[in-house]
């Protein structure tokens, strides 16, 4: 089974630069999430979805986008690349939120803004 | 705010060897509280998750507890294996609203 699915595995950008990760997932989840983890430290939420066309700021929105069409998809977006912005970034979904239920991780999008 | 911590930050040990790994949290109006593995330069794949209303939770050789009250989970790995090593996060909360540990980077020696 794929599970979820990103793309750029490692990415450079210029400052000033924008560019989307990808991601898709085939579990048929509602909740997709995006989170970046910095070296030494914890996972921090960016956006999430609850489902297509809804959309919701996490704990670190600021510099990106996102946008939910289908189930599957859940692309994030940089506007205007900070080297702030340099990081790992993992794409995650669930069924839902209800207590139970397991979040599962992409593999990771390493960016890298010079 | 919840804060999560996890103490000490990395660890090694020979094969065979029972550990604890110990995760904190400042909130005990927990939800969920799971923990995770990570592999060098991959993603993190759930391990165990424990709801706010059990004790503790078990898989294989991975035994996690949950104790509110005290703030404390701890993940127990009987008979450790050189394929054990990897980062070790716990998170606690709602998956939307999952706050994480930094993690502990486990080695285990053979």
């Known amino acids: 089974n794929a599970g979820v699915t990103q793309t750029p595995k490692f990415r450079i950008l210029k400052i000033g630069q924008s560019m989307t990760l990808q991601c898709t997932q085939d579990m048929n989840h509602n909740y997709m999430y995006w989170y970046r983890q910095d070296p030494g430290m914890g996972l921090k939420l960016i956006y999430y979805?609850?489902?297509?066309?809804?959309?919701d700021k996490g704990e670190v929105p600021n510099g990106y986008n996102v946008s939910r069409s289908t189930t599957e998809d859940f692309p994030l977006r940089l506007e205007l690349a900070a080297p702030s912005q340099t990081s790992v970034y993992f794409c995650?979904?669930?069924?839902?939120?209800?207590?139970?239920?397991?979040?599962?991780f992409g593999e990771g999008s390493w960016l890298t803004v010079v | 705010k919840q804060e999560v911590t996890q103490i000490p930050a990395a660890l090694s040990v020979p094969e065979g060897e029972n550990l604890v790994l110990n995760c904190s949290f400042t909130d005990s109006a927990i939800y969920n509280l799971q923990w995770f593995r990570q592999d060098p330069g991959k993603g993190l794949t759930s391990l165990l998750l424990i709801q706010s209303s059990q004790r503790e939770q078990t898989s294989g050789r991975l035994n996690a507890s949950l104790d509110k009250s005290s703030g404390r989970s701890t993940l127990y790995i009987a008979a450790s294996q050189p394929g054990d090593s990897a980062t070790y996060l716990c998170a606690v909360g709602a998956n939307s609203k999952l706050t994480f540990g930094k993690g502990i980077t486990l080695s285990v020696r053979p």
């Open positions: 995650a979904s669930s069924y839902s939120t209800d207590r139970g239920n397991t979040i599962y």
């Open positions: 979805s609850v489902g297509a066309g809804i959309t």
